[in-house]
């Protein structure tokens, strides 16, 4: 099983609003990403835990709000985003990269998120 | 600065042949992934590479020169579900993945 879920597909919200978004694998993974993708452009990580821990933040503003509750979830909280926040928000799972370079990061379906 | 090549578009025939180029300039090495997009869709992970030389997977083979920081993925048999971007990424010798731009693969019947 190499599936990752992200859930929801689609999300509209105003620049006042509130939301989460969420992700979750059940393949022992324990390396999880947040990345960021906007039309025709490659993913952009914004944001990597290992191990429940944040290691990475790629500078991420901070109306971006990351969270790990455990080994499994990774949400992404969402406040005061604006318009050009508008992109597909794909998560994505591997093992601890740092220690097996031959692993891979596989990716949930993403969210396509619309500020307005 | 790190830096990934692939060109932006190419467009094949149905039961041909196409291979598409990726150089690279990254800041240590640490394996070459191509990963196959669909619009709208996550990327699917197709491919590994960590040492010079051939990895085939069916349909598909990838190609790597540490050498000469060059890698291209073969589609054999083109299919019109090829028809999607092709991302080439790089481990760097920090771990990070250090991504192309894509190349959006066209398939004509």
């Known amino acids: 099983d190499t599936e990752v879920t992200q859930t929801p597909k689609h999300l509209v919200m105003g620049m006042t609003n509130k939301k989460s978004l969420k992700c979750e694998q059940h393949m022992g993974h324990r390396a999880m990403y947040w990345y960021k993708q906007k039309a025709k452009k490659p993913p952009e990580l914004m944001f990597v835990?290992?191990?429940?821990?944040?290691?990475i933040n790629e500078s991420v503003p901070s109306r971006f709000s990351p969270e790990c509750p455990n080994s499994s979830l990774l949400n992404l909280h969402l406040h005061a985003l604006q318009p050009e926040d508008s992109a597909l928000y794909l998560c994505?799972?591997?093992?601890?990269?740092?220690?097996?370079?031959?692993?891979?990061?596989?990716f949930g379906p993403g969210t396509r998120l619309t500020v307005l | 600065g790190q830096n990934i090549d692939q060109p932006t578009e190419m467009t094949a025939t149905e039961g041909a042949i196409v291979q598409i180029n990726c150089t690279y300039q990254t800041s240590g090495f640490n394996g070459l992934f191509w990963y196959q997009q669909h619009a709208g869709e996550a990327p699917t992970f197709l491919s590994y590479?960590?040492l010079d030389g051939l990895e085939e997977k069916g349909r598909f083979s990838s190609f790597l020169s540490r050498s000469k920081g060059y890698s291209y993925l073969l589609l054999k048999e083109l299919q019109m579900k090829d028809s999607a971007s092709y991302l080439c990424a790089v481990r760097d010798k920090d771990y990070q993945l250090i991504w192309g731009a894509g190349t959006k693969l066209i398939i004509k019947p």
């Open positions: 835990y290992s191990y429940e821990k944040l290691s």
């Open positions: 590479n960590v």
């Open positions: 994505a799972s591997s093992q601890v990269g740092s220690e097996r370079p031959t692993d891979t990061q596989y």
